[in-house]
Protein backbone atom coordinates (compact mmCIF):
# COMPACT_ATOMS: atom_id res chain seq x y z
CA UNK A 1 0.00 0.00 0.00
CA UNK A 2 1.23 3.29 -0.64
CA UNK A 3 1.57 6.21 2.08
CA UNK A 4 -1.19 7.78 0.20
CA UNK A 5 -3.62 5.40 -0.13
CA UNK A 6 -3.57 4.53 3.98
CA UNK A 7 -4.52 8.62 4.86
CA UNK A 8 -7.68 8.01 4.34
CA UNK A 9 -9.50 11.44 3.45
CA UNK A 10 -13.12 11.98 5.03
CA UNK A 11 -16.73 13.54 3.97
CA UNK A 12 -18.68 12.91 7.40
CA UNK A 13 -22.19 12.69 7.11
CA UNK A 14 -22.55 12.31 11.13
CA UNK A 15 -23.96 14.64 13.25
CA UNK A 16 -24.84 14.73 17.06
CA UNK A 17 -27.91 13.81 15.53
CA UNK A 18 -26.56 10.72 15.69
CA UNK A 19 -25.05 10.39 19.07
CA UNK A 20 -26.44 9.68 21.80
CA UNK A 21 -26.01 9.19 25.41
CA UNK A 22 -22.74 11.26 25.98
CA UNK A 23 -24.46 14.90 27.16
CA UNK A 24 -21.12 15.88 28.51
CA UNK A 25 -18.59 14.76 25.95
CA UNK A 26 -21.10 16.42 23.04
CA UNK A 27 -21.13 19.36 24.70
CA UNK A 28 -17.40 19.82 25.35
CA UNK A 29 -16.91 18.80 21.41
CA UNK A 30 -19.39 21.33 20.67
CA UNK A 31 -16.26 23.93 21.44
CA UNK A 32 -14.26 22.21 18.81
CA UNK A 33 -16.83 22.81 16.43
CA UNK A 34 -17.54 26.07 17.41
CA UNK A 35 -13.35 26.98 16.78
CA UNK A 36 -13.65 25.31 13.59
CA UNK A 37 -16.14 27.35 12.12
CA UNK A 38 -15.55 30.81 13.57
CA UNK A 39 -12.07 31.08 15.09
CA UNK A 40 -12.27 35.11 14.62
CA UNK A 41 -14.55 34.90 17.70
CA UNK A 42 -11.56 33.46 19.76
CA UNK A 43 -8.36 34.57 18.25
CA UNK A 44 -9.52 38.45 18.51
CA UNK A 45 -9.41 38.54 21.94
CA UNK A 46 -6.12 37.18 22.09
CA UNK A 47 -7.07 33.21 22.97
CA UNK A 48 -5.28 30.20 21.44
CA UNK A 49 -7.19 27.41 20.32
CA UNK A 50 -6.54 24.20 21.44
CA UNK A 51 -4.85 22.12 18.90
CA UNK A 52 -4.98 18.57 20.09
CA UNK A 53 -7.74 17.21 22.22
CA UNK A 54 -7.69 13.21 23.20
CA UNK A 55 -11.24 10.85 23.45
CA UNK A 56 -10.52 8.77 26.49
CA UNK A 57 -12.95 5.80 26.88
CA UNK A 58 -13.84 1.74 26.38
CA UNK A 59 -13.96 0.22 23.33
CA UNK A 60 -16.93 1.01 21.26
CA UNK A 61 -18.26 4.03 23.53
CA UNK A 62 -17.98 6.42 20.53
CA UNK A 63 -15.30 8.05 20.38
CA UNK A 64 -14.98 7.50 16.64
CA UNK A 65 -18.27 8.54 16.18
CA UNK A 66 -17.84 11.84 18.33
CA UNK A 67 -14.84 12.98 16.05
CA UNK A 68 -16.74 12.19 12.49
CA UNK A 69 -20.10 14.40 14.12
CA UNK A 70 -17.88 17.20 15.13
CA UNK A 71 -16.28 17.08 11.16
CA UNK A 72 -20.03 16.69 10.51
CA UNK A 73 -21.24 19.62 12.44
CA UNK A 74 -18.42 22.16 11.09
CA UNK A 75 -18.57 20.94 7.90
CA UNK A 76 -14.86 20.36 7.70
CA UNK A 77 -12.62 17.42 6.20
CA UNK A 78 -11.48 14.48 8.21
CA UNK A 79 -8.48 12.74 8.02
CA UNK A 80 -8.06 9.08 9.98
CA UNK A 81 -4.83 7.53 10.68
CA UNK A 82 -4.84 4.55 12.73
CA UNK A 83 -2.00 3.84 15.56
CA UNK A 84 -2.25 0.45 15.42
CA UNK A 85 -1.50 0.49 11.80
CA UNK A 86 2.17 1.92 12.64
CA UNK A 87 3.25 -0.94 14.60
CA UNK A 88 3.24 -3.77 11.38
CA UNK A 89 5.68 -0.89 9.30
CA UNK A 90 8.89 -1.01 7.97
CA UNK A 91 10.95 1.88 9.89
CA UNK A 92 10.64 5.18 8.66
CA UNK A 93 7.40 5.07 7.42
CA UNK A 94 5.59 5.69 10.03
CA UNK A 95 7.46 9.02 10.42
CA UNK A 96 6.86 10.11 6.72
CA UNK A 97 3.03 9.06 6.78
CA UNK A 98 2.71 11.59 10.02
CA UNK A 99 4.30 14.09 8.00
CA UNK A 100 2.28 13.58 4.84
CA UNK A 101 -0.67 13.21 6.61
CA UNK A 102 -0.15 17.07 8.42
CA UNK A 103 1.05 18.15 5.40
CA UNK A 104 -2.23 17.35 3.67
CA UNK A 105 -4.29 18.44 6.53
CA UNK A 106 -2.86 21.50 6.42
CA UNK A 107 -4.08 22.39 2.62
CA UNK A 108 -7.18 21.80 3.40
CA UNK A 109 -7.79 23.84 6.64
CA UNK A 110 -9.70 24.27 8.46
CA UNK A 111 -10.16 20.65 8.58
CA UNK A 112 -9.87 17.46 11.50
CA UNK A 113 -7.13 14.72 11.93
CA UNK A 114 -8.08 11.99 14.24
CA UNK A 115 -5.73 9.37 15.07
CA UNK A 116 -7.66 6.50 16.47
CA UNK A 117 -5.71 4.19 19.30
CA UNK A 118 -2.85 6.55 19.58
CA UNK A 119 -1.28 4.88 22.50
CA UNK A 120 -0.10 2.18 19.82
CA UNK A 121 2.24 5.05 19.11
CA UNK A 122 1.91 6.92 21.86
CA UNK A 123 2.15 4.56 24.63
CA UNK A 124 4.90 5.50 27.31
CA UNK A 125 8.46 5.12 26.46
CA UNK A 126 9.97 1.91 27.78
CA UNK A 127 6.39 0.12 28.54
CA UNK A 128 4.92 -3.11 26.56
CA UNK A 129 6.59 -5.91 25.19
CA UNK A 130 7.86 -5.24 21.82
CA UNK A 131 10.44 -6.24 19.82
CA UNK A 132 13.19 -3.49 19.96
CA UNK A 133 12.76 -2.92 15.85
CA UNK A 134 9.10 -1.99 16.25
CA UNK A 135 9.60 -0.01 19.18
CA UNK A 136 12.19 2.15 17.51
CA UNK A 137 9.78 2.50 14.83
CA UNK A 138 7.10 3.54 16.96
CA UNK A 139 9.37 5.89 19.00
CA UNK A 140 10.94 7.60 15.51
CA UNK A 141 6.86 8.11 14.43
CA UNK A 142 5.96 8.88 17.79
CA UNK A 143 8.74 12.14 17.92
CA UNK A 144 7.76 13.27 14.50
CA UNK A 145 4.17 13.50 15.67
CA UNK A 146 5.38 15.60 18.76
CA UNK A 147 7.09 17.59 15.90
CA UNK A 148 4.01 18.26 14.10
CA UNK A 149 2.23 18.74 16.53
CA UNK A 150 4.23 21.65 17.78
CA UNK A 151 5.39 22.80 14.47
CA UNK A 152 1.74 24.00 13.17
CA UNK A 153 0.25 27.20 14.39
CA UNK A 154 -2.31 27.31 17.34
CA UNK A 155 -4.31 29.02 15.06
CA UNK A 156 -3.60 27.03 12.01
CA UNK A 157 -7.28 25.48 11.70
CA UNK A 158 -6.29 21.82 11.94
CA UNK A 159 -7.70 20.29 14.98
CA UNK A 160 -5.99 16.86 15.81
CA UNK A 161 -8.57 14.90 18.07
CA UNK A 162 -6.58 11.54 19.28
CA UNK A 163 -8.47 8.31 20.69
CA UNK A 164 -7.52 5.78 23.42
CA UNK A 165 -8.55 3.33 26.05
CA UNK A 166 -6.18 4.01 28.38
CA UNK A 167 -4.96 7.77 29.09
CA UNK A 168 -2.91 6.68 31.66
CA UNK A 169 -0.84 4.50 29.10
CA UNK A 170 0.61 7.65 27.22
CA UNK A 171 3.82 9.02 26.71
CA UNK A 172 3.83 12.50 29.46
CA UNK A 173 5.27 14.27 26.04
CA UNK A 174 2.32 13.84 24.10
CA UNK A 175 -0.18 15.29 27.21
CA UNK A 176 2.00 18.61 27.61
CA UNK A 177 0.67 22.24 27.30
CA UNK A 178 0.52 23.07 23.14
CA UNK A 179 0.05 19.14 22.29
CA UNK A 180 -2.44 17.16 23.52
CA UNK A 181 -3.61 19.22 26.74
CA UNK A 182 -7.32 18.91 26.70
CA UNK A 183 -9.45 15.08 27.51
CA UNK A 184 -12.62 14.29 27.53
CA UNK A 185 -13.75 10.69 28.54
CA UNK A 186 -16.83 8.74 27.76
CA UNK A 187 -18.44 6.20 29.57
CA UNK A 188 -20.04 3.01 29.14
CA UNK A 189 -23.63 4.31 28.70
CA UNK A 190 -26.29 3.88 31.75
CA UNK A 191 -29.84 2.65 31.89
CA UNK A 192 -30.64 6.25 30.49
CA UNK A 193 -28.34 6.55 28.19
CA UNK A 194 -28.59 2.95 26.85
CA UNK A 195 -31.97 3.86 25.54
CA UNK A 196 -31.12 6.83 24.32
CA UNK A 197 -28.72 4.99 21.84
CA UNK A 198 -31.48 2.00 21.16
CA UNK A 199 -33.74 5.13 19.54
CA UNK A 200 -30.95 6.04 17.31
CA UNK A 201 -30.51 2.70 16.29
CA UNK A 202 -34.14 1.64 16.01
CA UNK A 203 -34.83 4.54 13.51
CA UNK A 204 -34.10 2.85 10.80
CA UNK A 205 -35.63 -0.52 11.61
CA UNK A 206 -39.47 -1.73 10.71
CA UNK A 207 -40.34 -2.28 14.16
CA UNK A 208 -44.13 -4.14 15.23
CA UNK A 209 -45.73 -2.63 18.38
CA UNK A 210 -43.46 -4.74 20.71
CA UNK A 211 -40.50 -2.70 20.92
CA UNK A 212 -39.78 -0.67 23.70
CA UNK A 213 -36.30 1.06 24.02
CA UNK A 214 -36.92 1.22 27.73
CA UNK A 215 -37.23 -2.45 27.72
CA UNK A 216 -34.71 -2.65 25.42
CA UNK A 217 -31.51 -1.14 27.51
CA UNK A 218 -32.99 -3.03 31.17
CA UNK A 219 -31.91 -5.77 29.11
CA UNK A 220 -28.28 -4.37 28.27
CA UNK A 221 -26.15 -3.84 31.58
CA UNK A 222 -22.54 -3.13 30.69
CA UNK A 223 -23.24 -3.27 26.64
CA UNK A 224 -21.47 -0.54 25.08
CA UNK A 225 -22.83 1.72 21.88
CA UNK A 226 -21.49 -0.22 19.51
CA UNK A 227 -22.66 -3.39 21.00
CA UNK A 228 -26.44 -1.97 21.20
CA UNK A 229 -25.51 -0.44 17.48
CA UNK A 230 -24.70 -4.74 16.74
CA UNK A 231 -27.92 -5.72 18.23
CA UNK A 232 -30.30 -3.55 16.32
CA UNK A 233 -28.90 -5.01 12.82
CA UNK A 234 -28.71 -8.24 14.23
CA UNK A 235 -32.55 -8.66 15.21
CA UNK A 236 -33.18 -7.32 11.66
CA UNK A 237 -30.64 -9.95 10.37
CA UNK A 238 -32.45 -13.09 12.56
CA UNK A 239 -35.88 -11.20 11.58
CA UNK A 240 -35.17 -10.61 8.01
CA UNK A 241 -34.24 -14.81 7.76
CA UNK A 242 -37.90 -15.86 9.43
CA UNK A 243 -38.89 -13.92 6.35
CA UNK A 244 -40.80 -11.56 8.85
CA UNK A 245 -42.43 -8.34 7.76
CA UNK A 246 -41.71 -6.31 11.20
CA UNK A 247 -38.93 -7.24 13.79
CA UNK A 248 -40.15 -7.53 17.13
CA UNK A 249 -39.33 -8.61 20.67
CA UNK A 250 -38.48 -11.89 20.22
CA UNK A 251 -35.69 -11.52 17.69
CA UNK A 252 -34.27 -8.83 19.96
CA UNK A 253 -34.02 -10.95 22.67
CA UNK A 254 -32.17 -13.64 20.18
CA UNK A 255 -30.03 -11.14 18.87
CA UNK A 256 -28.91 -9.80 22.57
CA UNK A 257 -28.21 -13.94 23.78
CA UNK A 258 -26.14 -13.90 20.34
CA UNK A 259 -24.59 -10.98 21.28
CA UNK A 260 -23.19 -11.99 25.03
CA UNK A 261 -22.71 -15.76 23.34
CA UNK A 262 -20.25 -13.93 21.29
CA UNK A 263 -18.93 -11.21 24.45
CA UNK A 264 -18.43 -14.54 26.82
CA UNK A 265 -16.57 -16.31 24.00
CA UNK A 266 -14.08 -13.02 23.33
CA UNK A 267 -13.61 -12.80 27.09
CA UNK A 268 -12.72 -16.70 27.88
CA UNK A 269 -9.99 -16.33 24.77
CA UNK A 270 -8.82 -13.11 26.36
CA UNK A 271 -8.69 -15.02 30.09
CA UNK A 272 -7.15 -17.93 28.34
CA UNK A 273 -4.29 -15.77 26.67
CA UNK A 274 -3.26 -14.38 29.92
P1 LIG B 1 -13.06 1.69 19.68
O1 LIG B 1 -12.36 2.15 20.93
O2 LIG B 1 -13.37 0.23 19.68
O3 LIG B 1 -12.44 2.20 18.41
P2 LIG B 1 -15.05 3.80 19.61
O4 LIG B 1 -15.21 4.36 20.97
O5 LIG B 1 -14.29 4.58 18.61
O6 LIG B 1 -14.53 2.32 19.72
P3 LIG B 1 -17.13 3.89 17.70
O7 LIG B 1 -16.30 3.28 16.62
O8 LIG B 1 -17.35 5.33 17.65
O9 LIG B 1 -16.51 3.51 19.09
O10 LIG B 1 -18.52 3.15 17.81
C1 LIG B 1 -18.88 2.13 16.90
C2 LIG B 1 -20.34 2.29 16.49
O11 LIG B 1 -21.17 2.09 17.63
C3 LIG B 1 -20.68 3.68 15.99
O12 LIG B 1 -20.44 3.80 14.62
C4 LIG B 1 -22.17 3.77 16.34
O13 LIG B 1 -22.93 3.11 15.37
C5 LIG B 1 -22.27 2.97 17.62
N1 LIG B 1 -22.18 3.84 18.82
C6 LIG B 1 -21.21 3.86 19.75
N2 LIG B 1 -21.45 4.78 20.69
C7 LIG B 1 -22.61 5.38 20.35
C8 LIG B 1 -23.39 6.44 20.91
N3 LIG B 1 -23.02 7.05 22.04
N4 LIG B 1 -24.52 6.81 20.28
C9 LIG B 1 -24.91 6.19 19.14
N5 LIG B 1 -24.23 5.20 18.55
C10 LIG B 1 -23.09 4.78 19.14
Do not use: W
Not at 152 to 173: C, E, H, K, Q, Y
Not at 231 to 244: T, V
Amino acid sequence: KSTATLIEKQKSNITFDDVAGLEEAEMEVKEIVDFLKSPETFTKLGAKIPKGVILVGPPGTGKTLLAKAVAGEAQVPFFTISGSEFVEMFVGVGASRVRDLFKRAKEKAPCIIFIDEIDAIGRSRGKGAFLSGANDERESTLNQLLTEMDGFGTNSGVIVLAATNRADMLDPALLRPGRFDRHIYLELPNMKEREEIFKVHLRPLILDNTIDPRFLASQTPGFSGADIANICNESALIAARKKKEKIDRQDFLDAIDRIVAGLEKKSKIISAAE
